[in-house]
Structure formats: structure tokens, C-alpha cells
């Protein structure tokens, strides 16, 4: 091989040694960005969730139909369970 033949050569080495090692470096970088995005992703999933149950509560104590609900629950079903008590106690 002649001069010229060996500088190519050494100058292509050089190359893919660069092209490699870059490639490598940017492989690990992805690696770590996709690890963190999955971390983000979580938190987001997270955050929705909670989003939805304060929704859910809030709809459920400002419509007419949640305030109905909890009036029906807290002073109407106790007094029809004593009269259903009463009913059962006089039928016996």
C-alpha cells in the first residue's frame, strides 16, 4: 500500500471511531430521556386521576341531584328505617 492508501484508511478508522462513539454516547442520552419521560407520563396518569376524583366530589356536592342524594341519605332513610322497624315490630 502506498501513502495515500493508508491515509484514507487512517482517516475512515478515525471516522467510524467518532461515528461510533458519538452513537454511543447518544444511545445512553436516549436511554435516560425515555426513563424520564416514563417517570413524567406516571405523574400525568397520576394527576388525571386525582383531577377526576375532585371532579366526581364536586359535581356530586354542587348539583341538585348530589344535594338531593345526601339529604335523602342522611335524614329521609333513617326515618323510613324506624318505620319500617315499627311496621315489622307491629306485624309480629
Known amino acids: ?3 495515500a492508501e493508508w491515509i484514507l484508511v487512517a482517516i475512515l478508522s478515525i471516522t467510524l471511531l467518532v461515528f461510533l462513539i458519538v452513537g454511543i ?3 445512553v ?4 430521556l425515555t426513563k424520564e ?4 407520563v406516571e405523574k400525568g396518569q397520576d ?4 383531577a377526576n376524583g375532585i ?3 364536586v359535581k356530586g356536592m354542587t348539583s341538585i341531584g348530589g344535594t338531593v342524594e345526601m339529604f335523602v341519605d342522611k ?3 333513617p326515618k323510613l328505617k324506624e318505620k319500617i322497624k ?6 309480629k
Open 1 to 3: 500500500m502506498n501513502v
Open 25 to 27: 454516547v447518544l444511545i
Open 29 to 32: 442520552k436516549l436511554i435516560g
Open 37 to 40: 419521560a416514563q417517570k413524567v
Open 47 to 50: 394527576i388525571a386521576d386525582n
Open 86 to 91: 315499627e311496621n315489622k315490630a307491629k306485624e
Open 75 to 77: 335524614y329521609i332513610n
Open 55 to 57: 371532579v366526581n366530589n
